[in-house]
């Protein structure tokens, strides 16, 4: 809340003139943030058609709405699904893709960020790595949902000592986030559960070509 005392400016671009730049800061999301939502809005979530996506997506600044919709089907697996669709849109539109101007703009500052993506899918595929499943690793969940494999395991080990060594050390383990570098940020569970896998994000795509990007 901007309540002009407590937060008197937004915080990207408090970030983005500096106020951070002796701070370092770790900034994650996770791969499938709104699939909850849509498990949840069932038949509500789904765009009655194209077009009402294409409202939708012009609403978050993107100026090629048709382009980015072909461009989404080229990288969701049911590239007929409008629900599919609008929910890989806004994990980008809220989550994803803000995590990495923040990222960026305190590179761009003069500052330190690290940048991870959680992959690790704790309630299985359909559900991915929704907004929410790294709270499971970070208090030891993982049981409650039966979710106690050796592989979830290992994503939570990883995580939670990445969160543990930044909050020791201001350095989660990894290189520093930047933009102009491929492999840019740790991908933590899935294939990854055992290994340093790197990602680059945003997506080398042309989805994130076709993003309305502000100037950090």
């Excluded at 590239?79 to 989550?95: C, G, H, T, W």
Aim: net charge negative.
């Amino acid at each position: 809340m901007l309540d002009g005392g407590v937060l008197p400016r937004d915080p990207q671009q408090a970030v983005t003139e500096g106020a951070a730049t002796d701070i370092p800061l770790l900034i994650g999301a996770t791969r499938d943030e709104v699939r909850v939502f849509q498990m949840i809005g069932g038949d509500s979530f789904r765009p009655s058609d194209e077009s009402v996506l294409y409202a939708e997506m012009r609403r978050a600044g993107v100026t090629e709405p048709e382009k980015l919709l072909d461009a989404y089907r080229h990288r969701i697996a049911d590239s007929d699904d409008l629900a599919d669709l609008r929910s890989a849109f806004l994990s980008d539109a809220i989550y994803r893709m803000p995590a990495t101007r923040l990222a960026r703009a305190q590179t761009a500052a003069g500052g330190r960020a690290f940048h991870y993506l959680l992959l690790d899918e704790p309630c299985g595929p359909a559900m991915g790595a929704f907004h929410g499943a790294d709270l499971l690793h970070v208090f030891d969940k993982l049981a409650l949902v039966d979710a106690g494999t050796p592989e979830h395991l290992a994503a939570r080990d990883i995580l939670v000592g990445a969160w543990a060594a930044f909050a020791a050390t201001g350095d989660p383990g990894w290189p520093a986030y930047s933009p102009d570098t491929a492999a840019n940020s740790p991908a933590i569970g899935g294939a990854s559960a055992t290994a340093n896998q790197m990602v680059t994000e945003p997506p080398a795509d042309d989805i994130t070509d076709l993003w309305h990007t502000p100037p950090a």
